[in-house]
């Protein structure tokens, strides 16, 4: 890439009275994870390519976007016509631009965002113009990182696809395009503007994502160009800037060719001469996995005509690893032709040269550095690259990105994956396509695997790369929320039902199913009684059965723990009734101060709550139901009268806290549910009340509930102190 950075970077540059003007160019491959970039401390307007940050900052808001604001994006990405005035209002949403006396708002929605994304070297303009927004190239690519990513921490991954959509839509397109591979998808954002300067005065910019097509690409670029010469055409409805569109394109061309053929597709040129000067541009590169091209033959020639008797060494340095692959010497002069082939290369090289250093005359003339075809006969075997290290969770799919390439086209692809190391028996994973460089693989425990590709040209035999899968553990799944209003709520837990009634002494089943990603984990399930004790069993499959028997009455909210082998834990929580029908009944004769709130269909109302009970077991009930008793309550001030008709079972606990449980009327209309809840010494009532149109069980939606908040189980109920009258249970 130094190479073609060095190329692209010398085709845009243009020359202007004020001397030469390269262009910002930046390219990140996410393959390779291949960086490079021009210096950092140029800086240029952005122009409407800045609209690709606007969309940022609204995206990484908490919230969704309005209808209107999704209106102006789509207008500002696909309109060209409207797209200024949309992004003008959008840039004030994020309290960009001037307000109405004239003073620049602080914009800080962008300053923080650009933060987020690590450009710093981005900065919005004290003139409030959106379009004069100062950045580099490399900015603007830290800006794709983050949108083609997987990183959900500024930008989540439905906000990311939604952006890379409209870029994959926008309009209108030139620069990143050009020369762009074969079946690849061309994302990008483009800015022009004339910002009234003087001459050279258009700044023209594209910035995108090339991703796809037979090589699997994923890389991006940004092209930043000003002082582009431009003409107004008379009658043209918009100023159009054709001398920079074509400045962007021929770079973007370098760009996309010299990929193209470093991952072997030499159909883009077949033959390419470049003249440059000694002194390469100013450039950063690096690589994490630098990848060898079919580039198989490579030659220089320097010609030094002025300088007769001037000797110049060359040497032709491999760009990944530094190792000077060829050199030699050549003597000015006006014959002097120095030419030298070298076969069997691969890669990016840098031409060197050395001037003799006992001649104080500096070095001019050419170096010629070219490209071309193949060495006639000569095949070589494919090259192949795993992608970088990946992680993932256990049971869910995790993409890997490789590479592969030849001489005949693309070679045969197979991925094999092996445990590493730690890896518990029968621990393995699955690769979706294992034929495609792209691809998907599920594994069912966690762990280190390794993760091999292989590429095969059916002459030179396989060639292979590995990498690291680091795979997860993801707790079991039990499903369900605790005390839930019914059993479907509670997949997990099958029994017992919520608020089911069971008699003292009788035994108590529990059974939860659960599910785990990591289907070679194995789990221990665990059964925590509310009474003090608990059960532990080893699970059969993917269910526990574990019974338990309640020696007093009272309400339960029995917890199910699942834990598999790798740490990973899951609880669900059911709340029982266990009654006696010996154990005693209550009496209430009682007032209490009904705090504002309680009454749902009266929030503002307080007063007076006079309740009235008296259930009880009769002698020889079995229940759950009690034989005999009433609770009624009226609120003052307001028309809310219940009367129970049904009682459904009725708990006495030793430690006298009673709760009674119910159907009745509101106001004289059935279909309400209840429950009492009365503690004696000191007295205290609690009073729930909701339509069983919203379940069998209070739940969410309660009609009036003077502890609203508070817990269903008995101990946890927090009735409310009474200021008149008592609550006695009797044992």
Known sequence: MTDLMRIATNVGTVTRPNGPQPPGIAFYDHVTRTEC?????????????????????????????????????EKVFTD?????????????????????????????????????????????????AFGETSTTARD??????????????????????YALDLMKRAEPRFGVPSFAPPGTVQRLKVGYANLNDGDYAFRVHSIGQIEGGPQAYNYLMAILTDQNDEVNIPGWPYDWPYNGEQRVNDISEQLNCGVRELNGDGSCWSFKKEECSVSPPEQHCSTVHPLRSHRSQHWVRVSMPNLLGTTVHWRLKDAANGVIVDEGDAVGGPDCVCEKTVYGLYGSYILLVDRDVANPHPLGGTI????????????????????????????????????????????QVNWSVQPGEGVDPGGSCTVIDPSAPITQLTCNDDGTFVLTMSANDGRHGAVTDTALVHVKNVA??????????????TPGIQTPRPWQAFEVGTPVQMTANFTDPGSNDTHVCAAEWDDGTS????????????????DEP?????????????????????????????GGFATSGAQLDSPVGALASAPGAGGKLSVQANPAYKPGDTGPIPGSGKVQARLDGTDFSFAATDLQWLVVAPDEQVAVKGTGTVNGEAGFGFVLYGYDDPDKLRLVVWSTTDGENPGGKVLYDNRRGADYDLDLAEPQALTGGSFQAHL
């Open 80 to 128: 060209r016509f409207a797209s200024t005035d949309a992004a003008g209002e959008l840039w004030k949403i994020l309290d960009c631009g001037k307000d109405d006396t004239g003073s620049v708002r602080p914009c800080r929605a962008m300053w923080d965002f650009w933060a987020a994304a690590g450009m710093t070297d981005t900065s919005a303009s004290d003139t409030g």
């Open 554 to 582: 009272g309400m339960y909210t029995i917890k199910a723990k699942v834990t598999d082998d790798d740490g990973g834990t899951i609880d669900k929580s059911v709340l029982v009734v266990v009654y006696d029908p010996d």
């Open 140 to 161: 603007q690519v830290k800006l794709l990182k983050l949108f083609t990513g997987h990183d959900d921490g500024v930008i989540n991954r439905e906000r990311r696809a």
């Open 476 to 489: 079991p799944i039990l499903g369900g929320t605790a005390r839930a209003a019914s059993a479907e709520d």
């Open 368 to 411: 010629l550095n070219y490209t071309g075809d193949p060495e006639p006969g000569a095949n070589q075997p494919p090259v192949v690259y795993a992608g970088p290290d990946v992680s993932g969770d256990e049971g869910s799919p995790i993409a890997v990105h490789g590479f592969a390439n030849d001489d005949d086209g693309m070679p």
């Open 37 to 73: 970039y021009t210096p950092t401390n140029r800086l240029y307007k952005t122009a409407s390519v800045v609209k690709a940050s606007i969309l940022g900052a609204l995206l990484q808001r908490p919230q969704e976007l309005s209808a209107g604001e999704r209106e102006l994006v």
């Open 535 to 550: 059960d532990s069993v080893t699970s059969t499959g993917h269910s526990c059965t574990i019974t338990h028997t309640f």
